[in-house]
C-alpha cells in the first residue's frame, strides 16, 4: 500500500502565510491520501493564528480557530516528501538547521513554475505521481540552473490590512495553483479570496 503524501509547508511564526497554505491544501485535496502540516522557523509555540489569517480564512469557509504555532524540527521534515517556505531563507533554514532534503525543498511560487505544463503527468495512486513530479521539478530546477528566482511572499506581519489581504490571495492563489499541479485537483473547493471586497 502507498504511503500518503506527506507536505509540510512553513514560514517564519507559523501564524499566518504557512497555516493558511496548509489549510486551503487540506481543504482541496480532502478524501485524497495527503497529509498537510505547517510549521515555522521560529521559537514560537501553541500561539494561535493571526486575527487576520482565521478571518480571512473563514471568508473562504476555512476554519483556522483551532491552529496553534509549532517551531519547525528535524522530525517534521524527515518524513515529508515536500516542504514548501514562502521565502527562501525559510528553505535555507529547513535544510541548514533541520536537515531538509534540498532535492524536496523548494518555495512555493519557486515549485508552481517549475511544475508548469508537464509534458506528461506519470500515472498511478496520488502519492506515486506526486512524488514523481515533486523529483521532475527538482531535475528541471538542477537542468535550468542559474534560474532567476521565482518571486517570495514576504511576512505582513504588522503590516496594513491591504497587505494582509493581498498576500493571502497570493497564498490562496498558488495553493490552488499547487493542488492542481501537483494531484490533479480543481480549485473550486475554496471560496476565491479576490472574489470578495472588504466588507461583503
Not at 522530525?75 to 533554514?93: C, S
Not at 513530479?133 to 528541471?140: H, K, N, Q, S, T
Not at 490562496?172 to 493542488?179: G, K, N
Amino acid at each position: 500500500m502507498t504511503a500518503p503524501f506527506a507536505l509540510l509547508f512553513v514560514c517564519t511564526g507559523n501564524r499566518f502565510r504557512s497555516p493558511l497554505a496548509a489549510a486551503f491544501v487540506d481543504r482541496l485535496t480532502l478524501g485524497l491520501p495527503v497529509v498537510v502540516s505547517s510549521a515555522g522557523t521560529m521559537e514560537i509555540e501553541g500561539v494561535p493564528a493571526l486575527e487576520e489569517a482565521v478571518s480571512l480564512a473563514a471568508s473562504c469557509g476555512v476554519d483556522l480557530s483551532s491552529h496553534r504555532s509549532r517551531r519547525l524540527r528535524a522530525e517534521d521534515v524527515r518524513g515529508a516528501d515536500l516542504l514548501i517556505g514562502f521565502e527562501q531563507i525559510h528553505v535555507r533554514h529547513a535544510i541548514v538547521d533541520a536537515g531538509a532534503a534540498r532535492e524536496r525543498a523548494f518555495t512555493l511560487g519557486e515549485l508552481v513554475e517549475l511544475l508548469a505544463e508537464p509534458k506528461d503527468v506519470p500515472e498511478g495512486p496520488v502519492p506515486a505521481r506526486a512524488r514523481a513530479l515533486v523529483a521532475r521539478a527538482d531535475e528541471r530546477r538542477r537542468a535550468e540552473a542559474p534560474r532567476p528566482a521565482a518571486p517570495e511572499i514576504a511576512d505582513p506581519y504588522g503590516r496594513r490590512a491591504k497587505v494582509y489581504r493581498q498576500t493571502a490571495v497570493e497564498v490562496q492563489r498558488l495553493s490552488v495553483e499547487l493542488s492542481s499541479r501537483l494531484f490533479g485537483v480543481p480549485g473550486d473547493g475554496v471560496v476565491p479570496l479576490e472574489a470578495r471586497r472588504k466588507g461583503a
